[in-house]
């Protein structure tokens, strides 16, 4: 048994490491990695098989596909909280901005099961959305309520695409303007329990687009999201510390998870006094969070409810500081008025550049684009959000370091969104046994180029991988992959 012993002992001297047996499908070889989530920050070789990260060493691996990574950073995939421009058009854009999961959980999507089983199998990136208050409210209206039940056997039957669906969604009126009655709210936790069980990760609570919602309603909305431990992630009631202070209250007083989207332009030059009273809420134990996107510009509906009356004071702006999108000229009082009849999105110039800055350097802050839908001239944050905050902020502007920047893009959000969704336990980091979603970058190159002209590609970001797949590599995108997975909550029971 001794002699046994030794040779074994020996054997072992002269074989190689498991790792350095075993063939990955792809390896990232001598990288910088780095994981905001433990800190790691060292030249590794990563190994990747199937949907993720198998081996992370000092040591060389084999692999099928060998990539040269020196000089690069290798982090976590970018994940974005806030994104409307959720169709591969727009996902093109993000993913070379490092984008590897994009939620839409601001406003939400209507039945939103069937929006996740016609989204799957054919998405550049990792996808999920919340439960629309918005819209629910106005099925819950009580002349609307039939409307509700006729949609969802629409959809249950024909799907999303129906053009039946449209004329009933087109044919609800301006609901916006409306206040529930209290019979109208008894409706109301029903239909969002039916999109939580649909796998909505959150009730997204836009009543700035609302005004005819009270501070009833929503404070009924956020104990239904205590009750249920839901996040509740809300463009507040207007501009300024008021709405902000409501959100903050409801959140209080029922212990309902909150997240606070764009506080850079609900905020304006409040962004201070908005950034500590988010700080003194997380002190004090509170589950609310917010997150900055960084440009000095917004960009919405013309048609909506924040251009109604008295909007020039509230965003100490003019028609000249609105840009419409599909033209890029600046407005007038006679195109604002004839745009506004006729619909369409605006970029609104109304922040300065040091009400950016301290958004985006705040510990309190995670980074969430506000990505609109494609369109050639759409807001640059559609395409150029992470990278600008990598190349301006912190390699330009030194106004935060590359691992607290990182973290702001990856373990941030993941830990937003564990409670209600476990599988996000495995994104935002570079571990052994999380999701390979990885971006990498060139920390001396990396910047966004997309400006208010024009949407274009950001730089510097060679590498992105999705679930184990690139959808970016050599600073090109990669044709026909499509490996996003939709992200659920833990209440999807359909």
């Known amino acids: 048994m001794k002699y046994r012993f030794l040779l074994l002992i ?19 070889q001598g990288g910088r990695v780095m994981d905001p989530a433990t800190g790691l920050d060292a030249v590794r070789n990563v190994g990747i098989s199937g949907d993720r990260i198998r081996e992370i060493s000092s040591e060389p691996l084999s692999g099928k596909q060998i990539i040269d990574v020196s000089g690069l950073v290798v982090a976590p995939g970018f994940i974005d909280l806030h994104v409307h421009g959720m169709t591969n058009e727009a996902h093109k854009y993000q993913v070379r901005d490092g984008v590897t999961t994009a939620l839409e959980l601001e406003s939400g999507i209507t039945f939103v099961k069937e929006w996740l089983e016609d989204k799957s199998g054919h998405s550049l990136v990792n996808f999920g959305a919340s439960a629309p208050h918005g819209s629910l409210r106005t099925f819950a209206l009580k002349d609307y309520q039939v409307y509700f039940e006729k949609a969802r056997k629409i959809v249950e039957e024909e799907g999303r695409q129906s053009p039946e669906l449209s004329r009933i969604l087109i044919n609800l009126g301006r609901s916006a303007y409306r206040s529930l009655s209290d019979e109208d709210m ?37 104990e239904l999201a205590a009750e249920r431990q839901v996040p509740i992630f809300s463009h507040t009631r207007g501009f300024g510390l008021v709405g902000i202070q409501e959100a903050i209250a409801n959140a209080t007083t029922t212990g309902a998870p909150l997240h606070i989207v764009h506080a850079n332009s609900l905020s304006l030059g409040d962004i201070d006094v908005t950034l500590d009273m988010v700080a003194s809420a997380q002190k004090r134990g509170l589950d609310v969070t917010t997150e900055v996107y960084p440009y000095t510009a917004a960009s919405t509906a013309l048609q909506s409810a924040l251009f109604d009356d008295n909007w020039q004071e509230q965003l100490s702006i003019s028609y000249g500081d609105l840009q419409w999108e599909a033209t890029g000229e600046r407005l007038t009082k006679e195109t604002f008025d004839q745009y506004r009849k006729q619909g369409g999105t605006v970029i609104i110039h109304m922040m300065k550049p040091e009400w950016i800055a301290k958004g985006v350097a705040s510990p309190v802050t995670s980074i969430g684009s506000d990505g609109m839908p494609y369109a050639p001239g759409a807001h640059p944050r559609t395409a150029g959000t992470f990278s600008r905050v990598l190349g301006l902020y912190v390699r330009e502007q030194g106004m935060l370091s590359l691992m607290e920047a990182l973290r702001k893009m990856t373990i941030m959000p993941a830990q937003r969104l564990e409670p209600i969704a476990p599988m996000m336990s495995r994104k935002g980091r570079i571990q052994v046994g999380a999701d390979a979603d990885i971006t990498v970058f060139d920390p001396k190159t990396v910047i966004d180029r997309a400006d208010f002209k024009e949407l274009k590609y950001s730089e510097g970001i060679p590498y992105v991988i999705v679930n184990g797949v690139f959808v970016v590599k050599e600073n090109e995108l990669v044709d026909a992959v499509f490996p996003g997975q939709p992200i659920v909550s833990k209440f999807k029971s359909r």
């Open 10 to 28: 020996c054997i072992g001297i002269y074989l190689p490491s498991w790792s350095q047996m075993a063939t990955y499908d792809i390896v990232l």
């Open 186 to 222: 008894r409706a109301l936790p029903a239909m969002i329990d039916y999109e939580l069980s649909g796998g909505a990760l959150a009730i997204g609570v836009p009543v700035g687009y609302y005004p005819g919602a009270t501070q009833a309603e929503i404070f009924r909305v956020y």
